[in-house]
C-alpha cells in the first residue's frame, strides 16, 4: 500500500477518535479515556499534520483555532430567517395562547408541548454540508447576521464533523451560545487579579467573546452551545417531534438542554415552569425564562408564523432578574461578627418578583471595583432568595452633584475602631460584644428558627429588649419576667406570656442547635451537626485541637481555626456557662464507633478514574484516617493512580522514591474490604 495512503487513514483515524473523544468530554460530560491518553493522540496528529501538511482538514480538532486574526466580519443571509418568540408572563397569557392554538387548529384536544430553558446566550446558527461544518453566524437582524465561523470552531462542544449517521446532507442547526456561571465566574477573577474590566454578567461576557476578531481570545473564553432546532434541512428525513430532532442533533454530536422534556398538556408546561424556576438558580447556566414549543412538527407547519415569531411557539418569561434604579443613599450595617456592610437605599423598584429598596454593596473593595457615588443611576439584581445586589453603574446617567462614599473608620455603632485584617476584605468593629449592633445580632442569631427557634421573639422585640437595657447577653433572655415583658411597648400581658413559655420551652434543645446557635464564625447548621456527631458532647468538642476539628466533614483548616479560637476565649466560654446555669441543656449525642485504620498514612490520589470519582475516592480514604496530599514527597505512604497512565509525573516520582503505588481497581477493593464502598 503506498505510503500516502497510510497516512492519509492514520490522520482519519485519529481526528475521528479525538472528535468522538471530544464529544465524550463536552458534550456528554462521560469521558472514557484519561485527559493524558487524548493529549496524546492529539499530539500525534499534531506531529503528522506538521510532516504532511497538505492532508490537514478542516475537521481536525487541531484546526479549532485559525491563526490570523480577521479585519471584519463578513455578512451572512439567513436562507431562512431566525425568528424571535413571543413572550408570556403569566399563567393566563400561556392559556392564552394555548386557547388560540386550539382554535386554529379546530380542536379542544390537548397539544403535547416541548419544554426547554430559555438560554441567556448569544443565537448562533451552524451550517453542515455532508456532515462538516461549513459556516457559523449570528442572529442579527433575523434576516441577516455575521460570519463568525472561525469564532464558533473554538467552542468545544461544537462538532466540526456530525457524528454517527442519518443527519441531512444539508443541516443548518441553531442554538444558543452562553457562558456557563462557573466560567463567568473564573474569567472575571482573572480579570479582576489582572486590573482589567469585567463583565457584567455572563450573557455580555458571551457577546463579547464572539464578538472578538481574533479566534484565539474567543478560544480562551468558556463558551458552550446548545443545540435548539433545526433551521433547515436538505435531504434525509428529520423525526416528526421536535424533542426527537433534539435527541438526533443529541446523537450527531450536539449538546442539547438535559431539562428538555415534553409534557401533554398546557398544565404540564405550568408544571415545568414552576418546577424549572425552584431549580434555576442551581442550573450551571443563566436562563431567563421556559420556551414551550408544539412538539408535533406537523402541527407547527399548519400553524405557520406571525410576522417575526412563529404561532407554535412562545416563551414564558421569568420576573427580569435586574433592573435600573437610583441609588439615593448609602449605610454602613454591622453584622453578627462585626463585619461593617455598606448597604445601598435605593428608590423602590420591581425586580426578580418584589420591590426592592435596599441592596448590598459588599464591601469597600466593591465600592471600588464599582466605581459607584451616591445619587448614580444603578442596575440592581435579585435572583432567587439571594440579597439583591448592586451589579453595575450606569456611568452615562452620573448627575454633575454625585457624591463619593466615603467607608468610615469608626464603627457607625459604638464607634469603636473599623479594622481590616490583613489578607481580609471585610471590615469589621473592633467592639465585639462592647458593641450593641454585634449584641443585638449575636441575639437575633440565638433565638431564630435555626437555632433555639424561640418563638414570638423577632427581630424588632430584641432591638427592643436590647435598647430597654433589658438584655445584655442571650444568658440573660432567661432572665426576663413576664411582667417587664409585658410593659413593652406593642406588648402585652399574653403575648409576654407566650413569650417566657417559649424560653422555657427552648432551655432543652440539642447539641447541633446550641452549636449553631452560638453564632462561630464559619459555622452553619450542616457543620455544627457534623461537629456535634463527631465529638458527642460539648466538654469533646472544647478540647479538640484544629487537627483532631478537621476530621470533621467539610471542617478545613479556617472552621477549625474559628472554632478553635471560640472556645479559648474567656468570654465566650462564660457565655456558654452562663447558659447552662440558666438551664439550657441538651442530650449527648452518642459517637458511632470510628475506625481509623489508615491513620498516619499519607495517600496521593492521581489521574482519571473510571468507577469511582477522584473527589469520592479521596474523601473515603480521609473517612478511614488517611491523609490526602496533594504532590509526592518522602512522607507519602502510597500513590493511587487511576487511567494506568506510566508516564504520569507523580506515579514516576513514586516510582523513584520506592513508595508504593496501587491501581484504581486496587484501591476500590481495598475501599471495599473496608467496608466505605460497595463492591
Ligand atoms: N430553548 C430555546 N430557545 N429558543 C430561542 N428554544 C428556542 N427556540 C427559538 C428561540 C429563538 O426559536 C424557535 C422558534 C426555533
Known sequence: MPDTFLTESRLQELRQQLNYHNYRYYVLDDPNIPDAEYDRLYAQLQQLEQQHPHLISPDSPTQRVGEAPLSAFDQVA??????????????????????????????????????????????????????????????????????????????PSIPLRLLGEGFPPLLEVRGEIYMPKKGFDELNDKARSAGEKTFVNPRNAAAGSLRQLDPKITASRPLEMCAYSVGWSEGGDLPERHTDVLEALHGWGFLINPEMKAVANIQGCIDYYRALAQKREQLAYDIDGIVFKVNHRGLQERLGFVSRAPRWAIAYKFPAQE???????????????????????????????????????????????????????????????????????????????????VFPDHCPVCESPVETLPGEVVARCSGGLICGAQRKEAIKHFVSRKALDIDGLGDKLVEQLVDEGLIDSVADLYKLEAETVAGLERMGAKSADNLIAALEASKQTSLDRFLYAL??????????????????????????????????????????????????????????????????????????????????????????????????????????????????????????????????????????????????EQLVEMLGEYGVLEV
Open 78 to 155: 439567513h436562507e431562512v430567517p431566525m425568528l424571535s418568540l413571543d413572550n408570556a408572563f403569566d399563567d393566563e397569557e400561556l392559556e392564552d395562547f394555548n386557547r388560540r392554538l386550539q382554535d386554529r387548529l379546530k380542536s379542544t384536544d390537548d397539544i403535547e408541548f416541548a419544554c426547554e430553558p430559555k438560554l441567556d446566550g448569544i443565537a448562533i446558527s451552524l451550517l453542515y454540508r455532508e456532515g462538516l461544518l461549513v459556516r457559523g453566524a449570528t442572529r442579527g437582524d433575523g434576516t441577516t447576521g455575521e460570519d463568525i465561523s472561525l469564532n464558533v470552531r473554538t467552542i
Open 323 to 405: 433592573e435600573m434604579t437610583l441609588l439615593k443613599d448609602v449605610e454602613f450595617q454591622v453584622g453578627r461578627t462585626g463585619a461593617i456592610t455598606p448597604v445601598a437605599r435605593l428608590e423602590p423598584v420591581f425586580v426578580g418578583g418584589v420591590t426592592v429598596s435596599n441592596a448590598t454593596l459588599h464591601n469597600r473593595d466593591e465600592i471600588d471595583r464599582l466605581g459607584v457615588k451616591v445619587k448614580d443611576t444603578v442596575i440592581v439584581r435579585r435572583a432567587g432568595d439571594v440579597i439583591p445586589q448592586v451589579v453595575s453603574v450606569v456611568k452615562a446617567k452620573r448627575p454633575t452633584d454625585a457624591t463619593e462614599i
Open 519 to 664: 453564632g462561630i464564625r464559619e459555622v452553619g447548621e450542616a457543620t455544627a451537626r457534623g461537629l456535634s456527631r463527631h465529638f458527642g458532647s460539648l466538654p469533646a468538642l472544647m478540647d479538640a485541637s484544629e487537627e483532631q476539628l478537621q476530621k470533621v466533614d467539610d471542617v478545613g483548616p479556617v472552621v477549625a481555626h474559628f472554632v478553635a479560637e471560640f472556645f479559648q476565649q474567656p468570654h465566650n466560654l462564660e457565655a456558654v456557662q452562663a447558659l447552662q446555669d440558666a438551664g439550657v441543656y441538651w442530650p449527648d449525642v452518642e459517637v458511632e464507633a470510628r475506625e481509623e485504620p489508615l491513620e498516619g498514612k499519607t495517600y496521593v490520589v492521581t489521574g482519571s478514574f473510571s468507577t469511582i470519582k477522584r473527589n469520592d475516592a479521596k474523601k473515603m480514604l480521609q473517612d478511614l484516617g488517611a491523609k490526602v496530599a496533594g504532590s509526592v514527597s518522602a512522607k507519602t505512604h502510597c500513590v493511587v493512580v487511576g487511567g494506568g497512565a506510566t508516564n504520569n509525573s507523580k506515579y514516576v516520582k513514586a516510582q523513584e522514591l520506592g513508595i508504593d503505588t496501587m491501581t484504581e
